[in-house]
């Protein structure tokens, strides 16, 4: 499964290199449906792609991301404070007696201000970092698209929910974020052939056990470690990923714009580092038979799937 991904988060990539078209419209309603749910997750990169609006919709985002990222920042500096008395108060007991309420009150408060200072610190700077294009499941990213035979740039949910199931779906299958080629006429059968879409990124992470990825067996008594790992074409060429997407309507609830990236048997060094997915990335030429595909013509892009990119993907152990 590719667990998240560097992706190219502005939306401008789409339309220099594609000619695609952003729906500015979505993007609107994205970022106010954040200030009434601020857990919703959008990657700092993309809210960079509107630093410097020259539309008036453009110009709505904007002050809606300075308004959200003001309202973060009173919290985290609300908590820090908070969490500096705890830690007083906790060190003013220890200096007379050692309770165990005492050291837990240090130990949590010590980490809740390290991670309040480091999200204030991510707010407050302007120079983006590559961590700050990195989305995982539930998270957002600016997906390509075709509508009436135009490239459209629409934000999406990476975490597909299909238009025929409930909410509740998000819940029963968490890992709906990818779609295996084996299941696309089966699971996926009302979005293959009919809804897809392409993504761009420039690397992929995945979990992998670390006997696995030096090769080995577990030795005797050794508990199995995870780690995570960083692929990256050797080339250093964005990959534009085949994806699935769906719209989701239910009363009373706002619209979901949601996909999930389609995932194939590895080639050889993503086997030996020890993960058993890919995603596909497909070539340049076959854009927009993707994005506008004939259900009744599957096969065509079965073959476009076959015919895909294929780098060579070198790895590392992923800060």
């Known amino acids: 499964m590719c667990y998240s991904a560097q992706i190219q ?6 339309v220099r290199e ?18 009434g749910q601020p857990k919703l997750r959008i990657p700092k990169a993309m809210d960079a792609s509107f630093s410097a609006p020259e539309t008036e919709q453009a110009r709505r985002i904007a002050a809606m991301i300075a308004r959200f990222d003001g309202e973060q920042t009173t919290r985290f500096e609300q908590d820090v404070f908070k969490q500096k008395k705890r830690l007083a108060d906790a060190e003013r007991v220890l200096q007379t007696k050692t309770t165990k309420k005492a050291l837990e009150d240090q130990r949590v408060s010590k980490n809740k201000i390290e991670y309040a200072l480091g999200k204030l610190n991510d707010l407050r700077r302007t120079r983006l970092e590559p961590r700050d294009s990195r989305i995982f499941p539930s998270w957002y990213a600016p997906v390509m698209i075709s509508e009436q035979g135009r490239r459209m740039v629409r934000p999406m949910r990476y975490q597909c929910r299909p238009a025929h199931v409930s909410a509740q779906f998000d819940i029963d299958r968490p890992n709906a974020y ?7 006429e089966g699971f996926w059968k009302r979005q293959f052939g009919y809804t897809h879409g392409i993504l761009m990124i420039d690397a992929f992470y995945e979990n992998v056990s670390r006997h696995a990825m030096e ?5 005797p008594g050794e508990t199995e470690e995870n780690v995570i790992l960083e692929f990256r074409p050797r080339s250093g ?9 769906s719209r989701w309507q239910g009363a009373g609830q706002p619209d979901l714009l949601s996909f999930a990236a389609i995932t194939d048997d590895p080639p050889p060094e993503i086997a030996a580092a020890g993960h058993d997915r890919v995603i596909i990335p497909i070539k340049p030429e076959h854009v927009d038979a993707w994005l506008n595909p004939d259900p009744g013509d599957l096969k065509t892009q079965y073959a476009i799937l076959d015919d895909r990119e294929r780098p060579y993907y070198e790895h590392r152990m992923a800060a």
């Open 18 to 35: 594609f000619g695609a078209d952003i729906d500015i419209d979505e993007f609107v309603r994205l970022y106010w449906d954040r200030e």
């Open 178 to 184: 990818n779609a295996r080629r084996d299941s696309l």
């Open 215 to 219: 090769g080995r067996e577990l030795a």
């Open 9 to 14: 988060a502005d939306y401008a990539k789409y």
């Open 237 to 245: 060429q964005p990959m534009l990923v085949a994806c699935l997407w």
